[in-house]
């Protein structure tokens, strides 16, 4: 056995996050028992996991036609190039405060709401695994190390 | 297509009236010491304890063999107490579902004979762990996006849009078959940039196959653990800047379940 990179997970499926998360994981990656186990190995009935490759069907296809078709492109929320033109000339009367963010007011608001939410969801996972996981297990003393 | 995993051997060896078997989880240095009250999976579950052989441990627990394994508790419990495991000590995981007859078998027969080349492995793994980046393209901006960047996927879409959809099916395919392979390409470009972005922190890179039809990228990093601050960095700034595009997830510390391989020219026993 070495370690290096396996070949990608070719079967996968949706669920809960944390679950989908699990099964991307553990079902077909990790050390097989078959490779060093003989006589003693046990065989238990595993329950069987639908796991779907994402292959490209015509349900697919579908989906994306009808999501596509429900976008409405006249709303968009980037500035057009007058509103842009306009912010510019405010900013020479304004104050010298900050002046990139003003330029783009609307899209601001926008952008920076999905990056706080973005931020938070990276600290959330990385605070959980220190709260609780780390518990379980911890290195005892190596009495040969020292 | 369905993958079933399905009951992977049966041995001659064990008794009719064999009623529980030692379910396997992993090896880690056999000096770690587990928490009295970590749990694992069956129903109920039962305590994981180590069985040691020399200088390694592989992390076990009792489990009825009445039943079949698999439920979410039983992954969820598989997976936590490795990585858990993997948050402090080299670990190699192994494959969910792994039962051997007893724990006399499994320091006789999987620990003994292998001890020196898992010792090996788990060298190669100390103070490394494993870290996988998960990212979904947000719906609406990443079809805007493509729309602008397509325009005969916009004229399509224009086209059809208020004609009824039985009477347009095939562009519907059409149109949608176009935005699939936009996304993918989309998907490889994004992949790249976050593997350049992470290249000089991460020793080995695996690129997953996506799990969903929107996913953006999906990569397993092997990172010095020291180096977990740096990866978390990289990540906000790669978030913030894709924020309106893509919601982006890091997870981790993993076991490497991504980065050990069995044993090459041996496929296993008949």
């Known amino acids: ?146 | 297509m369905v993958r079933s995993t399905e009951t992977s051997a049966t041995s001659e060896s064990v008794p009719e009236e064999q009623t529980t078997g030692c379910y396997v989880y992993g090896v880690v240095p056999a000096e770690i010491e587990v928490d009295a009250e970590a749990r694992g999976v069956g129903d109920p579950p039962t305590p994981v304890r180590s069985l040691q052989h020399g200088r390694i441990a592989a992390l076990v627990s009792d489990v009825s063999l009445d039943r079949p394994l698999g439920t979410p508790h039983d992954l969820l419990a598989h997976e936590e107490l490795l990585d858990a495991a993997a948050a402090e000590v080299p670990v190699l995981p192994l494959r969910f579902g792994a039962v051997i007859t007893d724990d006399e078998a499994v320091v006789e027969e999987f620990l003994r004979p292998n001890h020196d080349e898992f010792v090996a492995a788990l060298e190669e793994l100390e103070g490394r762990a494993q870290y996988v980046v998960k990212g979904r393209y947000v719906e609406d901006a990443v079809f805007t996006e493509i729309l602008e960047e397509n325009p005969e996927a916009a004229r399509l879409r224009d086209e059809i849009r208020d004609l009824p959809e039985d009477a347009t099916r095939n562009e519907r395919i059409q149109l949608g078959e176009m935005i699939h392979e936009a996304i993918a390409a989309k998907r490889e470009a994004d992949t790249a940039e976050l593997i350049e972005q992470v290249d000089e922190l991460s020793v080995l890179s695996v690129v997953r196959q996506p799990s969903h039809e929107q996913d953006a990228v999906h990569v397993a990093l092997l990172i010095e653990t020291s180096r977990q601050a740096e990866l978390e960095q990289v990540m906000e700034e790669l978030g913030r800047r894709w924020a309106d595009r893509i919601t982006l997830r890091l997870l981790g510390p993993l076991a490497a379940y991504d980065f050990v391989m069995t044993r090459q020219g041996d496929e296993g026993w008949d």
């Open chain 1, 1 to 146: 056995m070495t370690v290096q990179p396996a070949g990608g997970g070719a079967a996968e499926r949706r669920t809960g996050s944390g679950l989908a998360d699990v099964i991307d994981s553990i079902l077909d990656k990790g050390l097989v028992i078959d490779a060093y186990v003989g006589i003693s190995l046990v065989g238990i009935e595993l329950l069987s996991i639908d796991a779907r490759i994402t292959v490209a069907s015509v349900d697919t296809y579908l989906r994306f036609a009808e999501a596509v078709n429900r976008l409405d492109l006249t709303d968009k929320s980037k500035p057009g190039l007058p509103e842009l033109v306009q912010s510019v000339k405010g900013g020479d009367q304004a104050p010298p405060e900050p002046p990139e963010p003003q330029k783009l007011q609307k899209p601001k608001t926008v952008i920076q709401g999905s990056l706080e939410s973005a931020g938070e969801r990276l600290g959330d996972l990385t605070d959980e695994r220190d709260d609780g996981r780390r518990k379980k297990l911890r290195r005892t003393e190596r009495p040969e190390e020292g």
